[in-house]
């Protein structure tokens, strides 16, 4: 299959989900916009879900690290990722647990180990760039994180700027392209 076939594929699924909205919408950064990418309405649909591991597990084809999902938003892709891969992969928390371990960071992750990060919709980056930080202070070496849609708002800079490549299976460029049938 090839990258514009998947593109589309995915594009279909996600608006079969009905997870691409149009409208006037607040972001949780506090900008708004013109449309919205309901992440939950894509995750929780099994064709979707399973498009979205298929492509991850594609881009993961050359590496054998371990994944990390943000919580909470990225648990089921990077389950569905992981199962579909074969492999263990940890949550990282935006602030430690107040009881039982009080980790961040839940699953088993070895000093020095490889971790590739799978979040769902990257906006500016920020939440992404936290979960890096809270995998590294764990010891963890990481330098990619892989997206289901970058709404191109900054994100890959700031990225950029932690030392971390952003790989996107969706732009809005794209999705926006599809709306406005182009």
Do not use: C, W
Not at 11 to 25: H, K, N
Not at 66 to 91: F, H, M, S
Not at 154 to 164: F, K, M, N, R, S
């Amino acid at each position: 299959m090839t990258d514009d076939d998947r593109r589309r594929e995915l594009i279909a699924a996600l608006t079969a989900a009905d997870a691409v909205r149009f409208g006037e919408f607040e972001l949780s950064h506090g900008g708004t916009s013109d449309y919205y990418v309901d992440k939950y309405l894509f995750e929780t649909d099994p064709d979707a879900l399973t498009l979205v591991a298929e492509a991850f597990a594609d881009r993961l084809a050359d590496t054998d690290a371990k994944l990390a999902g943000v919580a909470l938003g990225a648990v089921p892709l990077v389950a569905v990722t992981a199962a579909e891969l074969g492999r263990p992969y940890v949550i990282a928390r935006k602030q430690a647990k107040e009881y039982g371990t009080g980790n961040r960071i839940e699953g088993r992750l070895d000093e020095g180990e490889e971790v590739v990060v799978i979040e769902d919709i990257a906006t500016t980056g920020q939440s992404a760039v936290d979960a890096v930080e809270a995998l590294r202070e764990a010891g963890a070496t990481v330098d990619r994180v892989l997206v289901v849609v970058d709404r191109e708002e900054g994100a890959a800079e700031l990225l950029a700027d932690h030392d971390i490549e952003l790989e996107s299976l969706l732009t809005a460029t794209e999705l926006l392209a599809e709306r406005d049938g182009e």
